[in-house]
């Protein structure tokens, strides 16, 4: 079911897509059960999804607080995001910076850099990309975060 099924196909997805069409409710909802799967699924052999899951879920799950105006719990999850111990996806294409962003233009630079330096620990490809970003944001500007937009 982790591996594929429908934690593949469906929480992920319609979590982030519940968040677009403002179904907030929907969306906690499914990055709860996503992050509930992760837990259950990952000693199993498929456990290569689990990074995934908990970057996601913890994602979706900051986008939610903020959009309830809990700036402390987004925070909160943008650091778990982190803590992620990556995955091939991760690892190759690095993480989601939208939550990052949202919270940088709320002015939590202090959080999006220790989120960043965690990345740093799973995203092999980055390509120089995080300390790019860093520096803009320690010179007080948002960066393009590009296809990072796009997880």
Same mark, same amino acid.
């Given at each position: 079911?982790?591996? +594929?099924?429908?934690? #593949? ?8 897509? $519940? *968040? @677009?069409?403002?179904? /907030? %409710?929907? !969306? ?22 689990? +990074?995934?899951?908990? #970057? ?8 939610? $607080? *903020? @959009?309830?105006?809990? /700036? %402390?719990? !987004? ?37 999006? *850099? ?38």
């Amino acid at each position: 079911m982790f591996g +594929g099924g429908r934690y #593949h196909f469906y929480l992920p997805y319609g979590s982030k897509i $519940a *968040l @677009r069409l403002d179904a /907030i %409710d929907k !969306a906690e909802s499914y990055a709860h059960e996503m992050l509930i799967t992760a837990e259950t699924e990952k000693d199993k052999s498929c456990n290569w999804n689990y +990074g995934n899951a908990i #970057h996601d879920s913890h994602n979706i799950l900051g986008r939610v $607080a *903020l @959009r309830h105006g809990d /700036i %402390d719990a !987004a925070k909160k999850h943008l650091i778990k995001a982190g803590r992620t111990k990556g995955s091939p996806q991760l690892d190759t294409f690095g993480p989601s910076m939208v939550l990052a962003k949202e919270l940088l233009e709320k002015g939590e630079s202090e959080t999006v *850099l220790k989120y960043l330096d965690l990345c740093k620990v799973f995203w092999e490809m980055d390509y120089g990309a995080l300390d790019k970003w860093k520096t803009d944001i320690n010179i007080g500007r948002v960066p393009d975060f590009g296809a990072s937009l796009y997880h």
